[in-house]
């Protein structure tokens, strides 16, 4: 399994970003993609999950009405549109795939992981 996320960069706090989340191999019965983050000195936080069998999706209160998760099932490819960013979004921002539409906001239960793309909001 493979996980490779991109998009990340420097945005003026206000402006828009979407990360992608490509993955390969994955074999597991009821795939959900879900994004984290860790600013510095702080733990991992949970951002948002998507099933990929339906689409459902589900968001941190810190980023509800201002990012989106989608997926494109012909690319294999998780998306992140981010709008409204705040400096305090600045964070390296990781995938990850678990199987099961349950305890998707609590990364012990992912199974595979991306490298993070770093996401810099200046005020």
């Known amino acids: 399994v493979q996980l490779q996320a991109s998009g990340g960069g420097l945005v003026q706090a206000g402006g828009s970003m979407r990360l992608s989340c490509a993955t390969s191999g994955v074999t597991v019965k009821y795939p959900v993609t879900g994004w984290f983050r860790q600013a510095p000195g702080k733990e991992r936080e949970f951002v948002a999950a998507?099933?990929?069998?339906?689409?459902?999706?589900y968001y941190s209160d810190s980023v509800k009405g201002r990012f989106a998760i989608s997926r494109d099932n012909s690319k294999n490819t998780v998306y992140l549109q981010m709008n409204d960013l705040k400096p305090e979004d600045t964070a390296l921002y990781y995938c990850?795939?678990?199987?099961?539409?349950?305890?998707?906001?609590?990364?012990?239960?992912?199974?595979?992981w991306g490298q993070g793309t770093l996401v810099t909001v200046s005020s």
């Open positions: 998507i099933k990929w069998s339906d689409g459902a999706t």
């Open positions: 990850g795939v678990k199987d099961g539409w349950y305890d998707f906001a609590v990364e012990r239960w992912f199974d595979y």
